[in-house]
């Protein structure tokens, strides 16, 4: 099983849906959790942490399932601008040094359509 | 807000020749990393640095050194490029390991 894991897409939806990606990673020691948005040709940056409670900014939520082990991005009322790869990123262990890195997933692509 | 900057945002460059890309950082970031990113194969690390002088191998290593004489810039080095090296490359640095990473707007790589 890979480390972290996401559905490619692409996901094609019409402006005003709601869409959720999910994430799911191996270790069950991971602490830190993270979803990046990335734009063609751009860096990724960071769209929000995900914390254990789950949290929510603006139309954006993010949940964390230790239980099953992925975290979730739910986007409502889309946006033609927020149309762009969403990568998620975990970190793979609890020490410090290399065990505690962030492993980034492969990234969901995400198109609204008017 | 945190600053990632990198020397060039693209680069062509012939088979052999040596690459030298360099990454700054102004947020007092203990840790540097280097990416690749290719289609389909998404961030790949190629060598992270959690201190001054100090380097770590990430999962592709081969074809690349680093440098970090100081704490806010962190170098990759292509000592003699291959048409295997044209890629994304991405830096980025982070307070802490397990922390958020703040990228660099990346460097585009052709060698031809």
């Known amino acids: 099983r890979k480390e972290v894991e996401q559905d490619p897409g692409p996901f094609n939806v019409p402006e005003g849906a709601t869409v959720a990606f999910n994430c799911t990673y191996s270790?069950?020691?991971?602490?830190?959790f993270f979803w990046y948005r990335q734009d063609c040709r751009k860096e990724p940056k960071l769209l929000m942490s995900?914390?254990?409670s789950g949290n929510e900014d603006g139309r954006f939520t993010a949940q964390l399932n230790r239980a099953s082990q992925y975290i979730s991005l739910l986007i409502r009322d889309s946006k033609l601008s927020d149309s762009a790869t969403y990568l998620c990123?975990?970190?793979?262990?609890?020490?410090?040094?290399?065990?505690?890195?962030?492993?980034f997933g492969k990234g969901t692509k995400l198109s609204v359509k008017p | 807000d945190v600053k990632v900057t990198q020397s060039s945002r693209y680069l062509v460059k012939r088979t052999g020749e040596k690459v030298f890309l360099e990454c700054v950082q102004d947020?007092?970031?203990?840790?540097m990393f280097w990416y690749r990113q290719d289609p389909g194969l998404g961030l790949r690390l190629i060598y992270f640095?959690?201190?001054?002088?100090?380097?770590e191998k990430g999962d592709i290593p081969e074809g690349y050194s680093v440098s970090r004489e100081k704490k806010e810039r962190f170098s990759l080095i292509l000592e003699s490029t291959s048409t295997n090296q044209t890629s994304m490359y991405l830096c980025?640095?982070?307070?802490?390991?397990?922390?958020?990473?703040?990228f660099g707007p990346g460097t585009r790589l052709l060698v031809l």
């Open positions: 640095s959690y201190d001054v002088k100090m380097k």
């Open positions: 980025a640095s982070s307070l802490r390991v397990q922390e958020t990473q703040y």
């Open positions: 995900v914390y254990s």
């Open positions: 990123a975990v970190n793979i262990g609890l020490n410090g040094g290399s065990q505690g890195n962030l492993i």
């Open positions: 270790n069950s020691a991971s602490q830190s």
């Open positions: 947020m007092d970031h203990e840790n």
